[in-house]
T-cell receptor, first 113, second 115 residues
Framework: KNQVEQSPQSLIILEGKNCTLQ??????????LRWYKQDTGRGPVSLTI?????NTKSNGRYTATLDADTKQSSLHITASQLSDSASYIC????????????FGAGTRLAVHP | GAGVSQSPSNKVTEKGKDVELRCDPI?????LYWYRQSLGQGLEFLIY????????KSGLPSDRFSAERTGGSVSTLTIQRTQQEDSAVYLC?????????????FGAGSRLTVL
């Protein structure tokens, strides 16, 4: 069964600190993995996409990693800001159909001053 | 428009009433998804439209739910005889196959509250 599991479910950190969010998936065959950020009351917005051959990709203070062998991805946030408070959703696309998007439940991050 | 527009942004209805939620996708986007997000939960896939192909309705929770996409653009999600468990934020997303990547642009959602 295709699944995407994220951890932790929620996380509280102090402003300026770093954090890492985890995403484990069992989706097969794998096409790509994308991290979305969802602010409260808004729709998710794409942060970064990882394909099979990519190990690391950065977008400002966000760095995503992918280990296709262990089927794990992480999203590292550096020097957190209050505006980073949001839910971070891992989405894996399976090959074989554009409708094959499997969403994780998300990690809710709260950055406190 | 520049983004995905959804209306209404908030809807409060009584149990048993029908509701219609509207989604205006980004012009030119052939793929359109409806998702549901209950409080504190992840996104639940409802239905997917791709061009002129038959929609993938595999996520619709019951036959009270239906959706249309007219002219390959605007989509309407209809919930008949609403129940309290239908209360959620209904999110619409559109995308394109051009890049081969799952680039979805989400609307802000329609928050449905069934009393």
């Amino acid at each position: 069964k295709n699944q995407v599991e994220q951890s932790p479910q929620s996380l509280i950190i102090l402003e300026g600190k770093n954090c890492t969010l985890q995403c484990n998936y069992t989706v097969s065959p794998f096409s790509n993995l994308r991290w979305y950020k969802q602010d409260t009351g808004r729709g998710p917005v794409s942060l970064t996409i990882m394909t099979f051959s990519e190990n690391t990709k950065s977008n400002g203070r966000y760095t995503a990693t992918l280990d296709a062998d262990t089927k794990q991805s992480s999203l590292h946030i550096t020097a957190s800001q209050l505006s980073d408070s949001a839910s971070y959703i891992c989405v894996v696309r399976a090959s074989g159909g554009y409708n094959k998007l499997i969403f994780g439940a998300g990690t809710r991050l709260a950055v406190h001053p | 428009g520049a983004g995905v527009s959804q209306s209404p942004s908030n809807k409060v209805t009584e149990k048993g009433k029908d509701v219609e939620l509207r989604c205006d996708p980004i012009s030119g986007h052939t793929a359109l998804y409806w998702y549901r997000q209950s409080l504190g939960q992840g996104l639940e896939f409802l239905i997917y439209f791709q061009g002129n192909s038959a929609p993938d309705k595999s996520g619709l929770p019951s036959d009270r739910f239906s959706a249309e996409r007219t002219g390959g653009s605007v989509s309407t999600l209809t919930i008949q005889r609403t129940q309290q468990e239908d209360s959620a934020v209904y999110l619409c997303a559109s995308g394109t196959l051009a890049s081969g990547a799952n680039v979805l642009t989400f609307g802000a959602g329609s928050r449905l509250t069934v009393l």
